[in-house]
Structure formats: C-alpha cells, structure tokens
C-alpha cells in the first residue's frame, strides 16, 4: 500500500520549479526588446519554459518516489484503447474549453496571453515551439504533478470530490492569467474527474496534448478559434 502525499511538499515542488524557470530567464535574458508573440517563439521562452516542465516532472516524480510511491501509482501504461479514448477526450475537451472562453470572453474580457499563443502559432516557427512547449512538454509535466500527485495528495486529505475540484481549481491559479482561470479550471475538472476514474496518467496525457495540439494547428491553417 502506498503512503499518502505530503500536499505542502506538492506546493514546494512547484514554487522550485518556479524559480528555476525565473532563474533561467534572468541568467539568459538579452538586451532585445521582445513583444509578447515575439517572446513566445523564441529560443529564450523554449529554455524558460523547458526549465520549468522539466522541473516540475523530474521534482514530482523524486518526491514522489522518496514517500513510497513507483511509477505504477500514477497509471502509466499504455494501450490502443487507452489512446483512443484520451484522443476522443481531448477533442471534446478542445470544443469545452472553446464555448466557455467565448462565453466568458463577453463578461471578463479576452486573455491577452491565450490570444498571443494562438498568434504565435500562426507561422511555422512559432508553431513548432508551441507544440514543444505546449504539446508536448507541458501535458506530460503538468499532468504528472497536477493529476499524478496533487489530486491524489488533496483527495487522501479532503476526500475525492473535494479533490478534484481543489487540484483543479490550483491548476487553473498555476497558469497565472486571471481571465483563462475558468475554463482552465473546467479543463482541469475533466481531467482530473477521467483520472479519478480510469486512474490512467496516460489517458490524461493524451487528451491534454490532443486539445493543446488542436488549438495550435487550427490557429496555423487560419482558422478563427
């Protein structure tokens, strides 16, 4: 049996993975004058947020492995089904997400920040970088600690309801844009009630690289999201 989490040390792993990514961009920042979309398909943003994805993983799994906890404990492992069913997940996350940002965007504004990545997918450079960063590196991270240690430390606390709407709502905080927070939460939801249920750290994987790819490839081929 596995021991329970410790859920300050979950919020440790991410103010370290903070600072190292805050560190990185002050030991490289350059004299240029980057504007937001600029910034965000340069090689500075890859390394900073590089820094960050990478921290969280490697943290999450070293803390989580020195309170008795193995790979198996999070649900890797995967399978045709597996696959098919976070692809299917993450598509009808991506139209979710979509209605409730434009729903919202009436009432509190549009995020600068999802606009400038949206933009910033829209030449081949920039689309690169965002399926790195965001396709590929922030699922597999962000998906680790936020459904593969902090929901199960918060639900052994608080109980699994209460769980998966307290890792959620700190998953949409963690993004730091006030005006994505809801959907983001939504978003986080979804996925942490799939974990709760499938316990697959794969299907979870799968289905928030599908939505984030999704939104990167539409904004390249020019279609208004």
């Known amino acids: ?39 965000l398909t340069s090689p500075l943003f890859i390394l900073v947020q590089g820094t960050f994805s990478i921290s969280l993983l490697l943290l999450t799994l070293i803390i989580a492995r020195r309170q008795g906890w193995h790979p198996a404990d999070f649900g890797f492992g995967a399978s045709s089904r597996i696959v098919a069913a976070g692809t299917a997940l993450g598509l009808a996350m991506f139209l979710i997400e979509r209605v409730s940002y434009h729903f919202l965007h009436d009432y509190i504004g549009e995020s600068q920040l999802q606009r400038a990545l949206m ?6 450079q920039g689309l690169a970088v965002m399926l ?15 459904r593969g240690y902090m929901l199960p430390a918060l639900a052994g606390r608080f109980g699994e309801r209460a769980g998966i709407v307290l ?18 939460f939504i978003l986080g939801v979804i996925l942490a009630a799939a974990y709760a249920r499938m316990r697959s750290l794969t299907l979870v994987i ?3 690289t599908v939505i984030n790819s999704t939104t990167f490839l539409l904004s390249y081929m020019g279609v208004e999201i």
């Open 132 to 146: 790195l960063v965001g396709a590929i590196l922030a699922p597999l991270s962000e998906e680790v600690y936020f």
């Open 206 to 208: 799968v289905a928030h």
């Open 1 to 39: 049996m596995t021991r329970r989490l410790s859920i300050k040390l979950g919020f440790v792993i991410l103010i370290i993975a903070y600072f190292m990514s805050f560190l990185t961009g002050y030991l490289l920042q350059t004299p240029q004058n980057y504007t937001l979309t600029e910034y």
């Open 167 to 184: 890792s959620s709502a700190y998953f949409a905080a963690a993004h730091l844009d006030a005006r994505a927070f809801f959907s983001i």
């Open 119 to 124: 933009e910033a997918a829209k030449s081949e």
